[in-house]
């Protein structure tokens, strides 16, 4: 073999030696079927629902704080008047009740202790003078003087603002007799001094009277004609009308208890029957009535003036106050509880649950006034009565008459002496 045929045969024989094992092929195996669920479609990507917020319940308010001033005796009806009438108005309160006395003097305690007064006060005059002092209530917007009682605007009003919401009117006087002892009471003064002086003796005595009391000179000097203060507001004791009263008051007291005796003393002789009439006011009727035994009472008019017109004497003025902080929302609510109090129902009611004038001049020909012989006798004067300021100069008039009347009805001093001696006690007071 050629050396081309030796090197031919080596590459072949190389080739043989280096090709791998043949390996059968077998076929893959088929992939285990899916469930149909499987094979869907995956649906979109979307944003998670938002869950819908439970809605906010609406506060309830926070009801009004009311503090009710009143007599024992008509206090609880005067609690349920006003939650009446304010569940009628949608407003609501929290109702705390006291005497006038013990109110003033618990929020003496919470002023200097720093706690805040109430929302809403009920009260009279005498409270809106002492709490205006004190700074614990605020103006109120002026009341329209169409149908109101003019004595209860101006009870309410000094510095310009009305500083309570006017709803009745109390304090009136009455002359009221024993009708065991006078057939027809007195219509006019000559009439009530006879009739006095006709009762006077064989232990009994003619007239009983507040006599040394302001109020009672009030009555006294608007029959002669006079007022306690001037056109400016000042005290006006010095006028002739006031020599007037002051000698009518010592004509009068003739026929009363012996000297010195106590406005407490003639209503007690008048209760058991040993005064034949008396001057006084609506605070005393409770005490008169029922004493079927001692007493049968019957009431009347004031007298008629010297004018031959009706003598009038001081109301004082009920009213809805709001505390010095109350603001917004929560004075809304109070003033739609005194709107409420005006309206005639309401007006009507005060006179029948609490023995009181409505404020109203309308409302004094309701029924509730009319069928009321204290009410009625009180209403024939009311539209024209005075009122009393809560300033400082006609307390401060008050307080001289009340000093030197005592003085006076002694002997101690003459009437004109009188009237110049208070005229000028009342300007010192009232100097600021």
Known sequence: MTLYGRVLMLILILAACGQPEAVPLTPAPEPAALPAAALAPLPSPTVAPT?????????????????????????????????????????????????????????????????PPPDVIWG???????????????????????????????????????????????????????????????????????????????????????????????????????????????????????????????????????????????????????????????????????????????????????????ATAPLTGVYLMYGVALEGQRLAQAEALAATLREPAWQSRIARDLGMLPASIAALNDPAVTDDPALAAAAAYASRAPGIPPTRSVRCAWDAIEVDLPPFLLGRRTTAETAASMQRRAMECAQP
């Open 51 to 115: 869950a819908t917020p439970s809605p906010t319940p609406t506060p309830v308010p926070e009801p009004l704080t009311v503090w009710a001033a009143g007599d024992e005796a008509r206090r609880d009806a005067l609690t349920l008047l006003l939650a009446d009438a304010a569940a009628a108005a949608g407003v609501p309160i929290r109702i705390r009740s006291s005497t006038p006395d013990a109110m003033i003097a618990r929020l003496r305690v919470d002023q200097i202790d720093g706690r």
């Open 124 to 310: 009279d005059g005498n409270d809106l003078a002492i709490l205006r002092t004190m700074g614990l209530i605020q103006a109120v917007r002026p009341t329209p003087p169409d149908d109101t009682l003019s004595a209860v605007i101006t009870g309410a009003t000094a510095d310009d603002r009305q500083w309570g919401a006017p709803v009745g009117a109390r304090g009136f006087m009455l002359l009221l007799y024993n009708r065991k002892l006078v057939e027809n009471p007195p219509h006019t003064v000559d009439a009530l001094i006879a009739t006095a002086r006709a009762n006077t003796g064989s232990g009994r005595v003619g007239l009983v009277a507040g006599w040394t009391e302001a109020r009672w000179f009030a009555l006294w000097l608007d029959i002669t004609g006079g007022a306690l203060l001037d056109a400016n507001g000042m005290p006006a004791l010095d006028a002739q009308p006031v020599v007037a009263a002051l000698e009518l008051l010592r004509t009068v007291r003739r026929f009363g208890p012996t000297l010195p005796s106590t406005y407490d003393e003639g209503a007690q002789l008048f209760r058991r029957g040993k005064a034949a009439l008396a001057i006084d006011g609506d605070w005393a009727l409770d005490s008169y009535r029922g004493l079927t035994d001692t007493l049968e009472l019957g009431i009347a008019p004031l007298p008629l003036t010297n004018r031959g017109t009706p």
